[in-house]
């Protein structure tokens, strides 16, 4: 190669290279505020960004349901009831950290393993219970949620559901707030949120918190756990959980009303930590002796009314 030639193909080397610079920055130019725009819809749309980080001292208790021996129910796809619902209970606490940092979020166990496993057993069941709602009284957060999926022989069964105490109006409402993100992904179907008056549900009724008990869908439907089990549905349902949490504490930042549980007939005393029983079964005590003295101060002035007939 001469000279001259050599000369030649650097200058050509060179006016591609700077073509090519050239090229990308006109592209650039033209594709970042496209790019931008989109951003920034996308962060009008969605208000996770800024609407819900209110100042609070909310504290939001997530339960996984089930864990540790007790798997709860089994998917169509063999995964147990307890790897869901500890997955999803966590991803909801994410979200909810994320939407509002303020919000403290904490949990019954984060893990398979139960922290108030084993410690008494003769009955597995209350002793799990007890352990949950033992701790949900030592934390006294102001929202209680526990995560549980459904199962039932019926396998065209489908869709979710709550259950909240009937005078709870803020899980309630949350709950509402639920059905709407939810119908907006779409997921599933609402089966409605229902009152455990005459149904007691210990994770419900026996503590003070709001409390709530969401099934997310049933293990027993292949289309349900086909859904349940990939990744963005997952995300999805989360979210628009986290969303409804975080939304009502915007509106209510302050702290919840705690129930009276000795107005609750589904609360059992006997099964309450040893300081709460004592303050129901008094409280209990005392209105049925007023109940029983004023029933007598009635019986006695309508037998003064009542005109002696012999
Ligand atoms: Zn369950």
Known sequence: ???KKRKKRKLRTWVKVVLTLLGITIAWSVLRPLLSKEEHEANRNDPDQT?????????VLIDPGHGGMDGGAIS???KAEKQYSLEYALKIGEYIQQ???????IYTHNSDEIPW???NSYNYALDDLNGR??????????????????????????GYESYVRKDDVASDTIYSYIVKNLEAIPWSKN???WSTEGYPLQIVDMVKSPSMLIELGYLTNANEVNELNTEATKDKICKAIAKAYCQYIAD???PTERQDLAKNPNVIAENLPEEERKKVEEARAKEKAEQEAAQAAANSSSAEQVPNTN
Not at 100 to 105: A, F, K, L, R
Not at 133 to 158: A, C, G, M, Q, W
């Open 1 to 3: 190669m001469n000279q």
């Open 51 to 59: 609407a819900y980080k209110v100042d609070t001292n909310a504290v």
């Open 76 to 78: 169509t796809s063999n």
């Open 99 to 105: 939407y509002n940092p303020n919000i403290e979020v």
């Open 117 to 119: 496993e084993n410690v």
């Open 133 to 158: 709602t033992n701790l949900i009284y030592e934390k006294d957060p102001d929202y209680v949620l526990s995560v549980h999926f459904n199962s039932r022989e019926d396998n065209s069964e489908y």
């Open 191 to 193: 089966n409605g949120g």
């Open 252 to 254: 209510n930042p302050g």
